[in-house]
């Protein structure tokens, strides 16, 4: 057994396979198979699937290390695993044993992460229906623990943190572990609305970039304390209220991201997991390309009003437990090359979702629920985590509009 960090939710998920409402075995995954599992598949002999095998797992040609060493080729026309049953079970752990299943297709939607020298750190995917379900709707938050898992027959590692290595680029990584857990105690500081939560971790990230900028790295702890003084004592407020709303820079983004959604539909098969909630988006508000930025605006802060504020309002805990889990399993802030720019796509990614959510609100109206919530944080978390050039592509076009400043990260974030 080893030793391992997780979070609370973590004990709590149970697959339900067949019942799931999005079926990990459909779709247009890449899925890599294992060295070991790849050559004990190849090795079956069996008339019904060998032929299926030889078919559909193959050789990984580009693959760097025995994780990826195979693939598995799902069927383009069905969009699913061929090994999946009408009756929604895997034919190779029916018929072989999960023995046989590659690592991931047993682990998933778990992950682990290795931070050389600490607990392993194990975490669910909220592209998971069911684990996005367990992880979300708990009202009392995403708390931590320390317990024992068994590694020893399947592991999978999602990110690798070799301080050492790190250290030689990123110098201020021996704080890793300060900054993130100030950020998940900011997120969960519920005396505070979330909006504000997030304006508040903004001013301290880039507080914090300039004085990275400068080279002294040792100061990050003064900062943290400096910022958490603020916090206790209520010196953010005055600042907060007078932080001004813009739906109409909000709805400028929405509109250039179904037009590059549009277009992103015919090149990546992944982005089609978003297909459906970006259509109740420009359904619910009424989204016309033909009429004036204003008119569409309108119609988008009617909806956010009259349908998405009474449901999410007393929900906050929602999208507190979404972001405290992006920045656990993402190892935040070092996802992108500077600690702003770590903050500035945890911005965008939440952006993005309360856009969809908004729009979803407006095509249920009285019926919206946590279910549609959990729905398009799963098909969001989906299509990002397994393909990155959507949000990098909105992330790319905001920083040529010099739009990636605190400023602009507050009008993205506040209704």
Partial sequence: MTRAFVPSYLEDFRCDGPNCPDNCCQGSWRISVDELHFKRLRAVHDRELT??????????????????????????????????????FCGIQQKLGERHLCNV???????????KGFPLERFLSFSCPLAAKTALLRPQGIDFLETDIDITERHLFSCVLDFDQERKTRPYV????????FTVQVLKTRDFQLWERLIVLGMFYARLQEVVNQGDYHAIPAEIDTCTHRIVSNLYQEFLADVPANPTVQMEMARQIIEAKSQMDAKSGQVESLAGVMEDFATGIGFDPEQTLDDNTRRY????????????????????????????????????????????????SFALIKLLLIGRAGVRKAEFDETDVVMVIQKFVKSVE?????????????EKQNLLTMAHMAILIKN
Wanted: with cysteine.
């Fill in 51 to 88: 032929p299926l095998i030889k078919k559909y797992v193959k050789r990984n040609r580009r693959g760097d290390n025995d994780q990826n060493y195979g693939k598995l080729v799902l069927d383009k026309k069905k969009r699913q695993c061929v090994f999946l049953t009408p009756e929604k």
């Fill in 301 to 348: 802060q009617q909806v956010y009003e009259q349908w998405y504020l009474p449901f999410m309002g007393s929900r906050e805990y929602i999208l507190e437990n979404y972001l405290v889990n992006y920045v656990f399993i993402r190892l935040f802030p070092l996802t992108q090359k500077t600690l702003f720019d770590s903050y500035g796509m945890m911005v965008l």
């Fill in 174 to 181: 021996d704080y890793f572990f300060e900054l993130r857990a």
């Fill in 105 to 115: 297709c047993m682990i998933y939607p778990r992950s682990t992460a290795f931070i």
């Fill in 386 to 398: 397994h393909n990155q050039g959507f949000v990098t592509w909105v992330y790319q076009e905001m």
